[in-house]
């Protein structure tokens, strides 16, 4: 960057508006073919143009604004439009059930959602009676004018841009002089522990300054590129597809459908690549089928190449020299085989590749690191803007989330907590003092709720978690007390404990209400292990089927196991407030939670 660094998210926008103008800021997927769609000039008028038809609605400054749908560039335009109208950003994620679309619509007060189509409009008007405040929705591309309807306060996407009409440049120009480095310009919405999501409030400086921060490390510039395909609600992904792009330049596929991602990827050849655990698991599962079926010469030269690929990024992680033996056998094993690979998978030009969100298995980072590709792992939270820690070139050491950001300071309270200070660490939960309080202490740091250690030379591993998530292997972050709270609905159920941390889906250990289920053996005259009888069980899954529809589609709940006993204080599994203790069912239980992920899912997301 120039000197007189920015200080605002749009201050980055309408650099590179004025720098890179006529290259290609971000394109999508065409009938399988990548498509460059918006310059970065266009962009730019594209975010004006939101904003200019937001004030033209009454907009008023700290106002939140909603957006609720998948990867699209209407989202990116309405999100830096938002800030732009001095107005702040609310992402919601298209699988949230109606209930949670209302929760965050009302609790963040938003005059206006903007909404993918006309199934997420439905969602939202369906709880329309509940959000007072909600006055305006809008509907993104691709929905035609005439299909939109006609209801007061409805537009089309086409219609609300033509709003702008009303709005000179030279009253946006005056709004977004008034913008401050301490003004608010995200809340994400993250799950917590009494199932209701929290508000991060991420102010222009948290932002920018970690997008400084990541420049550096990765030496990110106009000549890299992105696959967009995570969740933009998540803090990673809008980091990584908005706010560092518009920070260094480089350009953004946008994909809406992430089942089509090795397609996107092969077509892109991105050189930046951010995936959680569960995307690396699936391409390693693909690419390993493939080359076991390779005949045994061709396996052989594979395990000499990939052998030799993992020295290489073993001395590349440590910022060593090579050697000139070494790199003769390295440019033999790549263009000769691993190069090959790299392009077939999508990973031609692949130069930061990243994984975060939930722990990711060493032979997965030994895997890529053979083919020649170094998984950079990195861990933070929505509380300190994405990234704390991070790997990168130079400093990586495999099996860690890597050393503290430049500027960033990480500390290990006597108990084991992960704590944060620095330029990344947000300004508080909104409308919640109490728990802001809690989380950042007198000296400024923030307690992360996750245990971890620091070696000698500052590389941080986490070792366990303080807080009650479940995180799964796809980096969903999911609070169990939610999805107990509708499985506790049913009228068999008693007990009911979330399973899921670092698995593909959501399972449930169950016990039997003992008054309910006397009640039902007795109607039906049956006996015996009631936990065991199809009849049951039959009921008990059809009442999953109804909670399911009450929780968001990463919360449903896929599998489960009735267990043969209610969990009690007096056999360790609960305290004697009758809080369940996790660790311990989790232990005691540890077969019967196996053999639901060995039996896989048994029950469809929709029910």
Known sequence: MASNPPVTVLDCLRRRAEELGDAVAYGEMVAGEWTPTATWSEYHLEVRQFARAALHLGY??????????????????????????????????????????????????????????????????????????????????????????????????????????QTPDAELDARLAEIRADDLASLIYTSGTTGRPKAVMLNHRNIVETCRIGEGLHDLSAADSLVSYLPMAHIAEQMMSIHMPAYCGYRVCFLDQPLNLLTTLQAVQPSVFFGVPRVWERVHSGMSAKLGAASAPLRAALSWAMGTGRKVAERRGRGQAIG??????????????????????????????????????????????GLGVLIYEVYGLSETTGPGTWNHAGRTRLGTVGPALPGVEVRIAEDGEVLFRGPNVFQGYFKAEDVTAEAIDADGYFHTGDLGQVDSDGFLSITGRKKELIITSGGKNIAPAGVEGELKQIDLVGDAVAVGDGQRFIAALLTLEEEAIAAFAAERGIEGALHEHPEVLDAVRDGIRRANRQLARVETVRNFRVLPRRLTPDAGEMTPTLKIKRAVVHERYADEIAAIYAEGQTLSPDG
């Not at 699209?72 to 109606?98: D, F, H, K």
């Not at 009676?129 to 509907?139: G, K, T």
């Open 324 to 369: 000139p033996l070494l790199a003769l056998q390295w440019r033999l094993a790549d263009g000769v085989l691993l190069g090959k690979i790299r392009t077939k998978v999508g990973f031609e030009n692949i130069r930061i590749a990243s994984s975060g969100a939930a722990p990711i298995a060493r032979d997965i980072l030994d895997f890529f690191a």
């Open 60 to 165: 008023s400054p700290k106002s939140c604004l909603a957006i609720l749908a998948a990867n699209r560039p209407e989202w990116a335009i309405a999100c830096l439009g938002a800030s732009a109208a001095r107005a702040v950003p609310v992402g919601i994620y298209q699988t949230c059930s109606p209930e949670q679309v209302a929760y965050i619509l009302k609790h963040s007060e938003s005059p206006l959602v903007v909404v993918e189509d006309l199934d997420q409009l439905a969602k939202v008007q369906s709880v329309r009676d509940q959000l007072p405040a909600l006055q305006h929705m809008v509907v993104m591309r691709g929905v035609a004018d005439a299909d939109v309807p006609k209801d007061d306060g409805v537009f089309s996407w086409n219609a609300y841009q033509q709003l702008a009409e």
